[in-house]
């Protein structure tokens, strides 16, 4: 079965302030890939990363970056110098190759406050 | 861009009542999604389609059903809404040859519905 874990549930931090939202998954798949969403409160999710698992380079993209460890099955996703743009849900999902699915995490809330 | 375009971004229904939220995309994609939304639970997909008039259920399809006539379109039906079926529900699509390039799925905005 396929799972993904995120902790946690709300994260509120000051404007400026590095903020680290943490994804765990299982799968028993060799071939996967993992992603990251943003839902702002317009509602449509956004992409912001898909990562193959055969590729466990590190993606940095302005003040975005990901961790994706194999070893510890996780793809922690870092926003640094947070802004207040950036409040919005994060999900993570996961989708094993040949399937057709997203199967998601519960999401983390993130406030950045001025 | 692709744009997914979800009819309606908040509708109220009552007991009892066939609901239709309607889907559209405008990039040819083969593969479209309803997923829904509940907090503390992410995202679960109710049903999908790989092509017009083919659709395969998803983990939580009970109390809905699907139409895909035209590729563009792809509706969701609840045949008789439920207090229970109260939720975001959102809409996606992809195109494989996109996939290829690195990109991921396409959602729309959503639509909330609740059902009175």
């Known amino acids: 079965a396929q799972k993904v874990t995120q902790a946690q549930t709300e994260i509120s931090v000051v404007e400026k302030e590095d903020v680290t939202l943490d994804c765990v998954y299982e799968?028993?798949?060799?071939?996967?890939?993992l992603f990251w969403y943003k839902q702002p409160p317009s509602g449509e999710l956004v992409f912001l990363i898909r990562?193959?698992?055969?590729?466990?380079q590190n993606e940095i993209s302005g003040r975005y970056s990901w961790n994706f460890q194999k070893s510890t099955s996780s793809f922690n996703f870092t926003i640094t110098a947070s802004q207040v743009v950036d409040s919005a849900v994060y999900f993570c999902?996961?989708?094993?190759?040949?399937?057709?699915?997203?199967?998601f995490g519960q999401g983390t809330r993130l406030t950045i406050n001025p | 861009d692709v744009k997914v375009t979800q009819s309606s971004r908040y509708l109220v229904k009552r007991t009892g009542e066939k609901v239709f939220l309607e889907c559209v995309q405008d990039?040819?994609?083969?593969?479209m999604f309803w997923y829904r939304q509940d907090p503390g639970l992410g995202l679960r997909l109710i049903y999908f389609?790989?092509?017009?008039?083919?659709?395969e259920k998803g983990d939580i399809p009970e109390g809905y059903s699907v139409s895909r006539e035209k590729k563009e379109r792809f509706s969701l039906i609840l045949e008789s809404a439920s207090t229970n079926q109260t939720s975001m529900y959102l809409c996606?699509?992809?195109?494989?040859?996109?996939?290829?390039f690195g990109y991921g799925y396409t959602f729309g905005s959503g639509t909330r519905l609740t059902v009175v």
């Open positions: 990039m040819d994609h083969e593969n």
């Open positions: 996606a699509s992809i195109d494989w040859a996109g996939w290829t």
């Open positions: 999902a996961l989708k094993s190759w040949g399937a057709q699915k997203l199967v």
């Open positions: 799968t028993r798949d060799t071939t996967y890939y």
């Open positions: 389609s790989y092509d017009v008039k083919m659709k």
């Open positions: 990562r193959n698992s055969f590729d466990e």
